[in-house]
């Protein structure tokens, strides 16, 4: 079974400069997380969905942050935009659903923004 | 707002002695959670804890959960190279399904 796939790996860019990662979860798997993890800390949710619906947004940066996941599979996370606080590691993960907690993590994307 | 502290930060152990991570929310959890991040690479789930005073074991790693279901506890036995990386605890409220992240504990093998 494929693992939670994330792209790009790494991304490089100029402060002011938009981004994209991209987010394709486990198949079936109707949770769908967006994590943001600073170097020596643990992951902080930006989003979460429950197949197509945002059901916690509450920490995500709305003013420069933007997610959708429009058939309930894979999603996509927007930086637009980047300032030079965002360069973190950017994971997503996937659960079968909200009250089946096990979250399978992606290997994230490195983001460094200059 | 609510939180889970994790201590301690860093612990750093002679291979073959044992580790330990604690875990504490202000408030009640429905369950806790624990991961291990490897150096580069990303949370991998090891168990959840539901029940109030909870023991699980696998292998060497003995995991906790307390009566108040509060604060939980991950100990490790015998350490070995393989354990290295940082262990993260995730507690889970019924009200929202949000999990809160503990700042996670890094084991490192002293050479």
């Known amino acids: 079974e494929a693992g939670v796939v994330q792209s790009p790996r790494y991304k490089i860019i100029e402060k002011k400069q938009p981004v994209a990662f991209w987010c394709n979860p486990i198949?079936?798997?109707?949770?769908l997380y967006w994590y943001l993890q600073n170097l020596g800390q643990g992951p902080e949710l930006l989003i979460r969905?429950?197949?197509?619906?945002?059901?916690?947004d509450s920490q995500l940066p709305k003013d420069r942050f933007s997610a959708e996941r429009l058939k309930g599979v894979d999603s996509t996370l927007k930086i637009q935009p980047a300032e030079l606080g965002d360069s973190a590691v950017y994971l997503c993960a996937s659960s079968l659903g909200r009250q089946v907690n096990e979250q399978f993590f992606g290997p994230g994307t490195r983001l460094t923004v200059l | 707002g609510q939180q889970v502290m994790q201590i301690p930060q860093y612990q750093h152990v002679q291979e073959g002695e044992d580790f330990t991570t604690y875990c504490n929310s202000s408030t009640t959890l429905s369950n806790i959670q624990w991961y291990k991040q490897r150096p580069g690479g990303h949370p991998v789930f090891l168990i959840q804890?539901?029940?109030s005073g909870e023991v699980k074991k696998q292998k060497r790693l003995t995991f906790q959960f307390g009566e108040a279901k509060k604060n939980s506890s991950l100990h490790i036995t015998a350490t070995q190279t393989t354990d290295v990386g940082t262990y993260f605890c995730?507690?889970?409220?019924?009200?929202?399904?949000?999990?809160?992240w503990g700042a996670g504990t890094k084991l490192i093998i002293k050479p």
């Open positions: 995730a507690g889970q409220r019924d009200s929202n399904y949000q999990l809160i």
């Open positions: 198949s079936g798997h109707n949770t």
């Open positions: 969905y429950e197949n197509e619906e945002a059901v916690d």
């Open positions: 804890l539901v029940k």
